[in-house]
């Protein structure tokens, strides 16, 4: 079954910059594209940064593009979200997720706060 333990979120200053590290296990991880999503309390979750099982292709939200970061390391299992030049729009809670593989599954996340 799908599983991912996150970890790298905390407190940051506007304009500074947070690496999320996401370790998956329970699944075939180089063979399933993953996604990471954000959340802010009381709207709806939306996803941030996508990339393919290879790492070949990634796609971002327009608000994020140029600024964060996403790769993988299939032979550790685990992929990564470089944010840079955080926003206090940014600030939410961070999901890595496989939807393809397991549509339900969303984890525990990690909190991400921007302010000064």
């Known amino acids: 079954q799908v599983e991912f333990v996150v970890s790298g979120g905390g407190p940051v200053q506007p304009g500074g910059s947070l690496k999320l590290s996401c370790a998956a296990s329970?699944?075939?991880?180089?063979?399933?594209?993953i996604r990471w999503y954000r959340q802010i309390p009381g709207k709806e979750p939306e996803m941030v940064a996508h990339?393919?099982?290879?790492?070949?292709?990634?796609k971002y939200i327009d608000s994020v593009k140029g600024r964060f970061t996403i790769t993988r390391d299939n032979s550790k299992k685990e992929v990564y979200l470089q944010m840079d030049e955080l926003r206090p729009e940014d600030a939410a809670t961070y999901y890595c997720?496989?939807?393809?593989?397991?549509?339900?599954?969303w984890g525990q996340g990690i909190q991400v706060t921007v302010s000064a």
């Open positions: 990339i393919s099982d290879t790492g070949f292709t990634t």
């Open positions: 997720r496989a939807p393809y593989k397991d549509p339900s599954y």
């Open positions: 329970g699944f075939a991880f180089e063979s399933v594209s």
